[in-house]
C-alpha cells in the first residue's frame, strides 16, 4: 500500500534492535485519515469473504481494526491484555509471550463476543514473531468460530510470524512488508499492485 509505506518512509523511525518506531501515526498519536484507507485496502483485500466480525488486541490494533470495522458495517472485537474489572464473564484465554518484552500475557476476549459458526478477520498493527495473532487464532478457534484471515498493517518479514502463521495454512494480508531496517534504512518487500 503505496500511501503507508510513504507514510513509513517520512516519519518512521529505526531504532536499535530492529524496532521501527512509527508513534506519530499508529502506536502512539493515530492519522484518522490514513488509518480510515488502512480499514479500506483491507476490506478490498477481503472483498472475496463474507466475514461478520472483527478481532484485534488492544491497544495499537484498534485503530486500524475500528476502520475496517466501520467500512463492512460489522462490530469490532478487542482482546484484553488485563484483567477486566468486570470479571463476571466467561472468557476465552490464550497465553501471549512477547520476544521483544521478555513477558507472557493473557489476553481474553468474553464468550459473549464471538459465537461459533461466525468468520472472523483478525486485524493487528505489527507482524514480528506471531504470537499476539497465534494467541487471537487460538481464541476464535476456541469460539468455534472460522479465520478468514490475518490483515497486519506493518510486517516484519525477517521475523518468522508470517511463517508460523502460513504453517496452519492462515491467509496473511499485510499492507507493508519490511525486509530490513538495517543501517537504520527500511526496505520494503516489492510486490505488485502494492
Ligand atoms: P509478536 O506478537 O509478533 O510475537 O510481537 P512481539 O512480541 O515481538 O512484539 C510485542 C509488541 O511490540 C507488540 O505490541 C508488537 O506490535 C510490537 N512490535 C514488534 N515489533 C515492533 C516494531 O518494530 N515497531 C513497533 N512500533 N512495535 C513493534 P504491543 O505490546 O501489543 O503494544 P500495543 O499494541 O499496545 O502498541
Ligand atoms: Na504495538
Ligand atoms: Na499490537
Redesign the pocket.
Known amino acids: 500500500m503505496k500511501l503507508l509505506k510513504d507514510k513509513i518512509h517520512q516519519d518512521g523511525l529505526v531504532?536499535s534492535g530492529?524496532?521501527?518506531?512509527?508513534?506519530s501515526f499508529?502506536?502512539h498519536q493515530v492519522d484518522p485519515f490514513l488509518m480510515k484507507k488502512i480499514g479500506e485496502e483491507f476490506v478490498r483485500r477481503f472483498s472475496d469473504e463474507k466475514i461478520t466480525k472483527i478481532l484485534t488486541?488492544?491497544?495499537?490494533?484498534?485503530s486500524p481494526a475500528l476502520m475496517a470495522a466501520l467500512e463492512l458495517e460489522i462490530p469490532l472485537v478487542f482482546a484484553r491484555?488485563r484483567k477486566s474489572l468486570t470479571l463476571t464473564d466467561d472468557l476465552y484465554t490464550a497465553e501471549?509471550?512477547?520476544?521483544?518484552?521478555q513477558e507472557t500475557?493473557t489476553i481474553s476476549v468474553s464468550k459473549n463476543w464471538i459465537h461459533s459458526g461466525e468468520k472472523v478477520l483478525i486485524i493487528?498493527?505489527?507482524?514480528?514473531?506471531?504470537?499476539?495473532?497465534?494467541?487471537l487464532c487460538s481464541i476464535v478457534q476456541q469460539a468455534e468460530a472460522e479465520i478468514v484471515g490475518i490483515g497486519i498493517v506493518?510486517e516484519?518479514s525477517f521475523?518468522q510470524?508470517r511463517n508460523l502463521l502460513m504453517d496452519q495454512n492462515l491467509r496473511v494480508e499485510s499492507l507493508a512488508r519490511?525486509k530490513s531496517?538495517e543501517n537504520g534504512k527500511v526496505q520494503f518487500i516489492e510486490e505488485e499492485n502494492n
Open positions: 531504532l530492529n524496532v521501527l518506531k512509527v508513534d499508529l502506536n488486541l488492544e491497544s495499537s490494533g484498534i491484555k501471549v509471550y512477547s520476544y521483544t518484552k500475557n493487528d498493527d505489527f507482524l514480528a514473531n506471531g504470537q499476539a495473532a497465534l494467541g506493518i516484519k521475523q510470524g519490511i531496517l
